[in-house]
């Protein structure tokens, strides 16, 4: 299996971006998708999460401002981001996680990521 994120960029604050998340390869149907991110310097955080029927989760962090979908036809997850801060800025990526408990940072399967910078 492999992801390919793409959708990231520099965005003014309170912009908006849509991350995309293509899965080549098949993982497991019972798998999920996450989006996580990393700031420079920081620890690793997860930041939504969906399974295939379609229920998603989100972390404290950006909840009530991006929202998690699947395309199962296409093999693609987006993530729409809005009201976005500067403390948003980070590399962002598509993984598997080996838990249910996605706040442990360990994956079966990652992106590369794609950057994530918001300034003015």
């Known amino acids: 299996v492999q992801l390919v994120e793409s959708g990231g960029g520099l965005v003014q604050p309170g912009g908006s971006l849509r991350l995309s998340c293509v899965i080549h390869?098949?993982?497991?149907?019972?798998?999920?998708i996450i989006w996580a991110r990393q700031a420079p310097g920081k620890e690793i955080e997860w930041v939504s999460g969906i399974y295939r029927d379609g229920s998603t989760y989100y972390n404290h962090n950006m909840k009530g401002r991006c929202t998690i979908s699947i395309n199962n036809t296409q093999n693609t997850v987006l993530m729409d981001m809005n009201n976005l801060k500067p403390e948003d800025t980070a590399v962002y990526f598509c993984?598997?996680?080996?838990?249910?408990?996605?706040?442990?940072?360990?994956?079966?399967?990652r992106g590369q990521g794609t950057q994530v910078t918001v300034s003015s």
């Open positions: 993984a598997i996680p080996r838990y249910t408990d996605f706040d442990v940072p360990r994956y079966d399967c």
């Open positions: 390869g098949t993982p497991y149907s019972s798998s999920p």
